[in-house]
């Protein structure tokens, strides 16, 4: 959000050959989505034995890290590319996990990243003297199972389908976020979600600043930090609200479904400020890692995904689309908040719109 807002924003059987696959035991190529199917269906196949999967876009195949050479032939039956590596998922995941659990560093963020087998922890330039004495006695611990990265850019939280929504006359709080996805409850009026650290201070909402209210944000219906997201109801239900995300100087998309990414998906945003970004707009939209922990100044948010798709001040909320082949959109998230900008680039970590839709009860479209 901007000015006096928070500074927010600021991953047993095999699958089966089709006739025209390559043989048992040989690589495939596929594309991103198939990566994604494949390595949804294939890791819980290896239990103990796995560290994650992504997806290997130049070579055009999944990569999963295994543990085990049983993993690794269970991994090369299914088509993809075994990895051995040091640490398992189970390892990973505990360091997390207790990580989560340590004392909050503002500026700070973690989860595990499949292509270094480690839990990667990145610090802004903010986290010096004694938070980075902190952070490093937080660490020590854990040994090579973390890596330690530095950014130059700070880490926040930023506040603006891609359109703005501001406070409403009626709101004590001004500032602007974007609306993320209009959503369908049954028996219930239309609604959209954004960022819950908007939804927090601004409970009010209107098209323009300081405008007539169009939405409302009702009791427990803004979750921040732990989580980051909320919904608005929208007070005029005659007013018929379209299931699509703009996408500025591209005609814009309807949204028919929704679900969870993974790390084999390349992601578009939109947002009021800076437009459209991300692979629509010929521009890197990697899902790099899921899972992802914040800890902004205002508390820690866990569960994000992280991409390199950029973002600025005021579009927290923003929507996290796939682009399907058949020109509709797939939801997968709400913008949170990350480091960087549009001009130089940066790193975005977006709430899964999965887990927003199960807690209101909605539906896309």
């Not at 890290?65 to 995941?93: H, I, K, S």
């Not at 009010?204 to 219906?221: D, Q, T």
């Not at 390199?308 to 949170?336: K, L, R």
Request: charged share 20%; proline share 6%; net charge negative.
């Amino acid at each position: 959000m901007v000015a006096t807002a928070v500074a927010l924003l600021g991953a047993t059987a095999l699958v089966p050959h089709r006739s025209d696959a390559p043989e048992a035991g040989a690589t495939r190529t596929m594309s991103a989505a198939a990566a994604g199917q494949l390595a949804d269906f294939l890791i819980p196949q290896l239990e103990g034995a796995q560290a994650g999967s992504y997806y290997d876009a130049a070579a055009r195949k999944l990569i999963v890290n295994v543990t085990t050479p049983t993993a690794a032939d269970t991994v090369r039956e299914a088509g993809a590319e075994p990895r051995t590596v040091r640490f398992a998922a189970a390892q990973l995941d505990a360091t997390k996990a207790a990580l989560d659990s340590s004392a909050l560093i503002p500026g700070t963020a973690w989860g595990m990243d499949p292509v270094a087998n480690r839990v990667v922890v990145t610090a802004d330039p903010t986290v010096t003297d004694a938070r980075l004495e902190m952070l490093h006695k937080v660490l020590k611990p854990f040994g090579e199972t973390v890596e330690l990265q530095r950014t130059d850019q700070e880490l926040r939280a930023y506040s603006s389908a891609g359109d703005a929504v501001y406070a409403s006359a009626k709101s004590s709080f001004r500032g602007r976020c974007s609306l993320g996805f209009n959503v369908k409850r049954e028996g219930k009026p239309d609604a959209f979600l954004t960022a819950g650290h908007c939804g927090n201070p601004i409970k009010s909402w209107a098209e323009a600043e300081g405008g007539a209210e169009i939405a409302l944000v009702p009791e427990n219906g803004s979750k921040f930090p732990g989580d980051d997201y909320a919904i608005a109801v929208y007070t005029d239900a005659s007013v018929a609200r379209p299931s699509q995300v703009r996408r500025y100087v591209l005609p814009s998309l309807p949204v028919t479904g929704a679900r969870d990414a993974t790390t084999a998906d390349k992601v578009s945003r939109s947002g009021a400020s800076t437009g459209l970004h991300g692979i629509d707009a010929g521009e890197p939209g990697d899902v790099q890692a899921l899972n992802q922990t914040v800890n902004y100044a205002e508390g820690r948010v866990t569960g994000l995904t992280r991409t390199n798709v950029c973002a600025e001040p005021s579009e927290s909320g923003s929507p996290f689309w796939i682009t399907n082949e058949d020109g509709t959109a797939t939801a997968v998230g709400i913008s949170s908040g990350g480091s960087g900008d549009c001009t130089h680039g940066g790193t975005t970590f977006f709430q899964p719109i999965m887990e927003a839709l199960h807690a209101f009860g909605a539906t896309i479209p």
